[in-house]
């Protein structure tokens, strides 16, 4: 049996990674059950975990993984609008699966692949931005599920700005090539037509700002006309050694 507010944790975890693929960060979870400090939210997360609801995974930031739900848990709640990232362990760099197919569009279930080819354009900054998105590298093979329909490439994450939001130096991140988003989805900007950088996407009156997920690395405000929305991540990839 599960406290109200253990309860109240867990749900608010799971709805968050269903919107995001992401675990919340501890201030987001003590601001959404109104909690004085954090020291409650690890309390509770404990108990969760000593109860079998949870999983914290090791050598992650803030990894959580919901192994089970209350038994009045409703599947009818539905997730908040948002990017909807996979993550899947991959290696990067390799040469892409025979398997590995373009995807096809209007296609049945039966007939769609179970992986696609994306292409990697290059490296993105999470951190210091750095020059622009670069020319196809190579090819890297994802499952067809993780992309959905629409027009996608890769890029490998340089930096540590989004570490918070699961984000590692290394990682290589899918992105749906598009040219808007909504506040709050981890965007690819393009700034001055010079930089691109890996930042969440707010809005600040009429300017821009694009936000880290790292407490060392502050907020960047910029005229509208000086970002250009690139595409918005939709999963990742991660290699382990």
Do not use: C, W
């Amino acid at each position: 049996m599960l406290t109200r507010k253990q309860q109240e944790l867990l749900l608010f975890i799971h709805e968050r990674m269903k919107e995001s693929g992401i675990p919340p960060s501890f201030d987001e979870m003590k601001d959404a059950l109104d909690l004085a400090s954090k020291s409650g939210i690890h309390r509770l997360i404990t108990a969760l975990e000593e109860r079998g609801f949870i999983r914290r995974l090791p050598n992650r930031a803030r990894a959580l993984e919901v192994i089970k739900l209350p038994e009045a848990y409703s599947p009818s709640l539905q997730p908040r609008r948002g990017f909807s990232p996979s993550v899947i362990e991959g290696s990067r760099g390799k040469p892409p699966a025979p398997a590995a197919v373009p995807a096809q569009r209007n296609a049945t279930p039966a007939d769609m692949p179970t992986s696609v080819s994306v292409p990697v354009m290059g490296r993105i900054a999470a951190g210091v931005p750095i020059s622009a998105i670069q020319n196809n590298t190579h090819d890297i093979t994802v499952p067809a599920e993780m992309i959905g329909n629409g027009d996608h490439y890769a890029l490998e994450v340089r930096g540590d700005s989004m570490i918070e939001a699961g984000i590692l130096d290394g990682d290589t991140v899918i992105i749906r090539n598009t040219s808007t988003a909504n506040p709050g989805e981890i965007i690819v900007a393009l700034v001055d037509e010079e930089e691109a950088t890996l930042k969440r996407f707010r809005r600040k009156g009429a300017s821009i700002a694009l936000e880290a997920a790292n407490p060392a690395y502050e907020t960047r405000i910029f005229g509208p006309d000086r970002v250009k929305i690139q595409g918005k991540l939709v999963g990742l990839i991660r290699r382990y050694h």
